[in-house]
């Protein structure tokens, strides 16, 4: 049954153009990146000082940097960092959200109320200024954008699943099964789970191409990847410094963050007029 | 609408919601201040400065009580916040709230104008798209909304001060313009906010447009095309006053992800504001005056979301009820 559903949602979204173009580069993305060395025209460390700030060229495909690299396999790279890092934080964030959530929902009223206030709380940081005062304490790393990331997003998974489990909380088949004396987690695991996963898969969806933008951000501000690794953001960072000397990089550096986030952005949109349709309006 | 009918109940409601308010507010920043004093380390290096001599520190430690339990440390920073005084910047030896008070406006200054880009655009947008519904108008613009959303504000804060600035010389590249000047300072401001503003003009278009079509379908509307007003008119004049509603309050919501824009914009084109006092105060460690930018930013921010959901509960009792 689980087969011939997820192939109806497959065969629907095909027949979708925007949704094929989306998948089209969210796979490109997942090619890239696992085979980013084969694909790499040069070494993406590989210093030429002698071609700095070259143009597009059959050589150097999107051009160089300040110090000669190649841009295209630097991006190449850089799909790695960001592709680990928005499955990475989309999992831990996603994982606490969904259990606080259900528990909010499903526990007592007190816990509801102190598990909202937290979420509330939570919200009230303005991402990038919280990953700055963060960054002010903690060491520069993928880890430190993983915990900002997972502090300021886990509250917006749990809250989605807070609704859709108060919402299946008086449902009658939950009541009957209540009624003939079904244990609390063989409700919550059996029944609220797979009712909620809906919901919760399409924000995860929406919310990998944020995540990827707050990791270019961060490391865009200096703040994220160490120096030298070729985040998307680093890449773009250069392209700024050295905004003067070549229009190139910044261009180049740009595209596969706005390709990304549209690819997923799209496909988040897909599923959730084939999964939910009803969700559309409350956004 | 009834605001005067109900007023007690309105009053109630705002109460609740101010108080609630003051306690997220409270909550957001004790906790980044017990994280702070109490991560391993030396305190005073936290707080002053790695280039703190020996004398300041001690005498810092002993006049903040460093070795106070954590709550009553808390308790002291609320005090000592409450007379108004956020602290010393050390590094510039002026008062931190000197330092964020006058960062404060140009930040405010780059979020209303983003939610003024994203209102005027995001509104004529979303009405065009309703007023042509599932033409290919309306598609194409449908297209847009996502493209617009779905861009990262600082790769758009970028493209723009290549393509506007440094290329075309159409604007500014750096700056805030001259003081006291408005044309000057508008001027400045016309890109940066752009930038911020134009992933909300997507967000705002789909509300629009979305509830447009809801509110066009209402009997008042009806009546109104009876009466024999026109099409237009009914679109505009009418259902557009009552469509606004909710996306006065994702914009009050959306400030926050707009401060963050604002980081990027401000670096971008290097201009001052909350943003960038943060990031110049992270690179040189200087922790009292990230401290008293996170309390304006995160005040600035809940404010906002407070009173758009106070305005949309005056105009709208259904709120009130939830």
Not at chain 1, 218 to 224: A, D, E, N, R, T
Not at chain 2, 11 to 21: G, K, P, S
Not at chain 2, 161 to 188: K, Q
Not at chain 2, 263 to 274: N, T, Y
């Amino acid at each position: 049954m689980m087969g011939q559903f997820r192939h109806s949602l497959l065969g629907r979204l095909l027949a979708d153009p925007m949704a094929v173009f989306a998948m089209t580069i969210i796979v490109g993305l997942v090619v890239v990146a696992i085979f980013a060395d084969a694909i790499s025209p040069h070494d993406h460390t590989l210093m030429n000082l002698a071609d700095r700030f070259a143009p597009p060229s059959s050589t150097y495909w999107l051009g160089t940097d300040n110090l000669g690299r190649d841009t295209f396999s630097r991006l190449a790279q850089g799909s790695r960092i960001a592709l680990y890092v928005a499955i990475v934080a989309v999992s831990i964030s996603g994982t606490i959200g969904l259990v606080l959530g259900m528990i909010a929902g499903f526990g007592p009223r007190w816990l509801d109320n102190l598990l909202l206030f937290i979420f509330d709380t939570l919200r009230a940081y303005p991402t990038i200024i919280l990953a700055l005062a963060l960054a002010a304490l903690l060491p520069r790393g993928l880890s430190t954008v993983i915990i900002v990331v997972v502090i300021t997003s886990f509250s917006e998974y749990g809250r989605v699943v807070r609704t859709q489990t108060l919402s299946l909380k008086n449902a009658e088949f939950i009541l009957a099964e209540r009624a003939m004396g079904a244990s609390a987690a063989r409700i919550v695991f059996h029944h609220v789970l797979p009712n909620v996963l809906g919901p919760f898969f399409i924000l995860a969806a929406m919310n990998l191409p944020v995540v990827i933008t707050i990791e270019a951000g961060m490391s865009f501000l200096g703040i994220g990847v160490p120096p030298g690794t070729p985040s998307w953001g680093a890449t773009l960072k250069d392209g700024f410094d050295y905004i003067r000397n070549t229009p190139w990089i910044i261009i180049a550096g740009g595209l596969p963050l706005i390709l990304v986030t549209l690819g997923f952005t799209f496909l988040g949109e897909a599923l959730r007029d084939q999964l939910d349709p009803k969700l559309r309006k409350s956004r | 609408m009834c605001i005067f009918g109900r007023g007690e109940k309105m009053l109630q409601y705002a109460f609740q919601r101010v108080l609630l308010a003051l306690a997220i507010i409270f909550v957001a920043i004790s906790a980044l201040f017990t994280i702070m004093i109490t991560l391993p380390g030396d305190p005073t290096t936290v707080l002053l400065g790695p280039r703190a001599t020996p004398e300041l520190r001690a005498a810092f430690r002993l006049s903040m009580g460093l070795d106070d339990p954590v709550l009553v440390q808390i308790a002291n920073f609320w005090g000592r916040i409450l007379s108004g005084d956020m602290g010393m910047d050390y590094n510039r030896n002026r008062p931190v709230s000197e330092a964020v008070f006058s960062a404060l406006p140009h930040t405010m200054a780059l979020v209303f104008g983003a939610i003024f880009w994203s209102a005027t655009l995001g509104i004529l947008l979303g009405a065009f798209s309703a007023d042509n519904r599932n033409s290919w108008l309306d598609r194409v613009s449908g297209i847009l909304s996502v493209g617009f959303i779905a861009a990262p504000s600082f790769v758009v804060a970028l493209y723009s001060l290549l393509l506007f600035s440094v290329t075309l010389r159409w604007f500014p590249t750096i700056g805030a313009g001259e003081p006291g000047d408005l044309a000057s300072r508008l001027y400045h401001l016309a890109l940066p906010s752009f930038a911020i503003g134009l992933a909300w003009v997507g967000y705002v278009a789909r509300i629009v447009r979305a509830s447009m079509l809801e509110t066009l379908g209402e009997n008042y509307i009806r009546t109104a095309r009876a009466f024999g007003l026109t099409r237009r008119k009914v679109i505009y004049n009418y259902a557009l006053r009552v469509a606004i509603l909710p996306a006065v309050q994702v914009l009050g919501v959306g400030i926050g992800g707009m401060l963050s824009s604002a980081v990027f914009a401000e670096i971008v084109f290097s201009r001052p504001g909350i943003g960038s006092l943060i990031y110049d105060s992270v690179s040189g460690r200087n922790y009292p005056v990230v401290m008293g930018s996170m309390l304006v930013a995160i005040g600035f921010f809940v404010t906002c979301a407070l009173i758009a959901d106070l305005v949309n509960a005056a105009l709208d009792p259904r709120q009130r009820a939830k």
